[in-house]
């Protein structure tokens, strides 16, 4: 019943920027931990960013650390993905991502979350 739908994507080149954002269905947004997962070609899908339910904790990967920042507008039922300084290896496409479980530490895995959306093709050139 949920649907998240990114928008954002494109081609930049190395050391550019792109935000991207997520629009979700329903008024249950702010009860899910929302997250970013990347999967590039012939590659598994990985964790990004995650943002709690209130907005006040977020978890990144080691490898988008202090370049991308992710935040959410409850009011407006959306997640964004601000992405600085992107590196050719950034390309992937990029799912959003959501959590509706009883954790509370935003989960890394995949397999944890329950809603996806259909994603959005990230493409940065060198």
């Known amino acids: 019943q949920v649907q998240l739908v990114e928008s954002g994507g494109g081609l930049v080149q190395a050391g550019g920027s792109l935000r991207l954002s997520c629009a979700a269905s329903?008024?249950?947004?702010?009860?899910?931990?929302m997250g970013w997962f990347r999967q590039a070609p012939g590659k598994e899908r990985e964790f990004v960013a995650g943002i709690s339910r209130s907005g006040g904790n977020k978890l990144y990967a080691d490898s988008v650390k202090a370049r991308f920042t992710i935040s959410r507008d409850n009011a407006k039922n959306t997640v964004f993905l601000q992405m600085n300084s992107l590196k050719p290896e950034d390309t992937a496409i990029y799912y959003c991502?959501?959590?509706?479980?009883?954790?509370?530490?935003?989960?890394?895995?995949?397999?944890?979350?329950?809603?996806w959306g259909q994603g959005t093709q990230v493409t940065v050139s060198s």
């Open positions: 991502a959501g959590y509706s479980g009883t954790y509370f530490s935003v989960p890394r895995r995949t397999m944890e979350y329950d809603y």
């Open positions: 329903g008024r249950t947004f702010s009860s899910y931990i």
